[in-house]
């Protein structure tokens, strides 16, 4: 391998999967403002949306996310429609 290529500040980091509360701590370079107190010591804090603990690939089951209101609207449009 190339000598001088790769990052020389690895530590330990905190990834937090925001959808269901999971922590996992690995060494990464990534940047962080945010800290977070794991058994007495402090890590670097990244919050993550998704993780293979919450994606349905992953876990197996399949949930549905509906923040702007587009399964309501769906259903009052085409979900009551009786066949004549």
């Given at each position: ?39 007495g010591v402090t ?42």
């Amino acid at each position: 391998m190339k000598k001088g290529i790769h990052p020389e500040n690895y530590r330990e980091v905190v990834f937090k999967d925001m959808s269901n509360e999971e922590t996992f701590i690995t060494r990464s370079t990534v940047a962080s403002k945010e800290t977070i107190e794991i058994d007495g010591v402090t890590y670097p804090l990244v919050k993550l949306e998704i993780t293979s603990s919450s994606h349905p690939f992953f876990t197996g089951k399949q949930k549905l996310v509906d923040t702007a209101g587009r399964v309501d609207k769906f259903m009052s449009r085409y979900g009551n429609r009786k066949k004549k």
